[in-house]
T-cell receptor, first 112, second 114 residues
Framework: GEDVEQSLFLSVREGDSSVINCTYT??????LYWYKQEPGAGLQLLTY?????DMKQDQRLTVLLNKKDKHLSLRIADTQTGDSAIYFC????????????FGRGTSLIVHP | KAGVTQTPRYLIKTRGQQVTLSCSPI?????VSWYQQTPGQGLQFLFE???????NKGNFPGRFSGRQFSNSRSEMNVSTLELGDSALYLC?????????????FGSGTRLTVV
């Protein structure tokens, strides 16, 4: 199976909160990242969390990490139509010969 | 500060031809990684360069190669193109090898093989 898994689609109403979930398998992961990709563009780093943290908040974004269950989530408060994009979860380690792994991405659709 | 620049943005090539894609990392970044993105396979790691040396290579055939120059700019080359090579090729840079701050991506080169 894949090392990083995400659901493919999420649809929310403008103004609601969005929660995008991700599970990973490598317990040695040091950092977990969230990237955003808008149509025709590359990936934009939104935020990241160290594996020794439980939560990180950055304006409308809240990242929660459950290391025991290897579960990561990204909550977007007050979701706007401009938040419509594909969101990728990724895990990585510093140093050594290690290939960072990305999930397949979750398409977030925000409708009025 | 300029971001990661990839050229060209779009390419159309014929089967059997070869292609070279270019990536200029953020000024001061020394690590450059390449990814292939397709609807079916998602993001697949190609290779990572640091200080002009390939540090890691993904599971791609030898037709895919790359290099990094002393100014950290990187190129990747695909020889004997196949239809299945059609994809968005993304370059990402990082300050250091496996830097903890995550990667900054360029907008990609969209390659279409006909």
């Amino acid at each position: 199976g894949e090392d990083v898994e995400q659901s493919l689609f999420l649809s929310v109403r403008e103004g609601d909160s969005s929660v995008i979930n991700c599970t990973y398998t490598d317990s040695s992961s040091t950092y977990l990242y969230w990237y955003k990709q808008e149509p025709g563009a590359g990936l934009q780093l939104l935020t990241y969390i160290f594996s020794n943290m439980d939560m990180k908040q950055d304006q409308r974004l809240t990242v929660l990490l459950n290391k025991k269950d290897k579960h990561l989530s990204l909550r977007i408060a007050d979701t706007q139509t401009g938040d419509s994009a594909i969101y990728f979860c990724a895990e990585g380690r510093t140093g050594g010969s290690y290939i960072p792994t990305f999930g397949r991405g979750t398409s977030l659709i925000v409708h009025p | 500060k300029a971001g990661v620049t990839q050229t060209p943005r779009y390419l159309i090539k014929t089967r059997g031809q070869q292609v070279t894609l270019s990536c200029s990392p953020i000024s001061g970044h020394r690590s450059v990684s390449w990814y292939q993105q397709t609807p079916g396979q998602g993001l697949q790691f190609l290779f990572e360069y640091f200080s002009e040396t390939q540090r890691n290579k993904g599971n791609f055939p030898g037709r895919f190669s790359g290099r990094q120059f002393s100014n950290s700019r990187s190129e990747m080359n695909v020889s004997t193109l196949e239809l299945g090579d059609s994809a968005l090729y993304l370059c990402a840079s990082n300050l250091e090898y496996r830097g903890s701050g995550g990667y900054t991506f360029g907008s990609g080169t969209r390659l279409t093989v006909v």
